[in-house]
């Protein structure tokens, strides 16, 4: 955000007050006004710093794993699934899960072929594991967690589902702040957003777990 010049007409002023930045400016009615700059942030769970420098004053915001992790649940945000263990987790959910029981997978099979019931005689090819490549299945929350590629919040999905919880409705659990119209509005002090850290960089005690 930058800074401003002033608290005159077409004119703005950035402050920090307490946890929250604020603007001051010069209403229609020449009325000296405030407004918040992170509204809804706390509310829907996003964390975020303030740093200040010379002419602008930089918000880190970030959101921990396990709240990033029931939003994508809640929305059915869709995850890549390890092929391995999503089969692994069908065979044992369900014998009635063909697909799983009868694609070929080396660390699990002896076998490569299958037969039908009552029909020994024949013997069928399994399907190559390759076929469950590049999935995408709505995650959840109640499901056995190693059935979706590690880590599950990646650096991109991290980001995504953070922009999702950024941008979306306040009606739908989000912060309502959409970036793209405050960059385009003249008269919004925000004036870039851009993604920091990778994963690695963002665990900082070793826990496994994002701490920025």
Do not use: C
């Amino acid at each position: 955000f930058a800074k401003g010049e002033g608290i005159e007409k077409d004119k703005y002023q950035l402050y920090q007050d307490q946890d929250t930045l604020m603007m001051k400016y010069i209403g229609k009615n020449d009325n000296e006004k405030e407004k918040n700059l992170l509204p809804n942030f706390i509310e829907t769970n996003i964390k975020y710093y303030i740093h200040q420098s010379k002419q602008y004053f930089f918000v880190v915001i970030f959101m921990d794993d396990d709240i990033i992790e029931e939003w994508a649940d809640n929305v059915d945000y869709e995850v890549p699934i390890d092929p391995v263990n999503a089969i692994r987790v069908g065979r044992e959910i369900s014998n009635e899960f063909d697909l799983a029981h009868n694609t070929y997978v080396a660390e699990l099979d002896k076998e490569s072929t299958f037969n039908l019931p009552g029909v020994d005689e024949l013997n069928f090819k399994k399907l190559t594991i390759d076929k469950w490549h590049h999935i995408h299945v709505p995650f959840d929350t109640s499901l056995d967690p190693n059935i979706y590629q590690q880590p599950i919040l990646n650096d991109t999905l991290y980001l995504g589902l953070l922009y999702d919880v950024l941008s979306n409705d306040y009606k739908l659990g989000g912060a309502q702040f959409v970036a793209e119209k405050k960059l385009n509005n003249k008269k919004h002090p925000l004036t870039f957003l851009f993604a920091l850290n990778d994963y690695a960089s963002g665990d900082k005690d070793g826990d496994g777990k994002r701490d920025i």
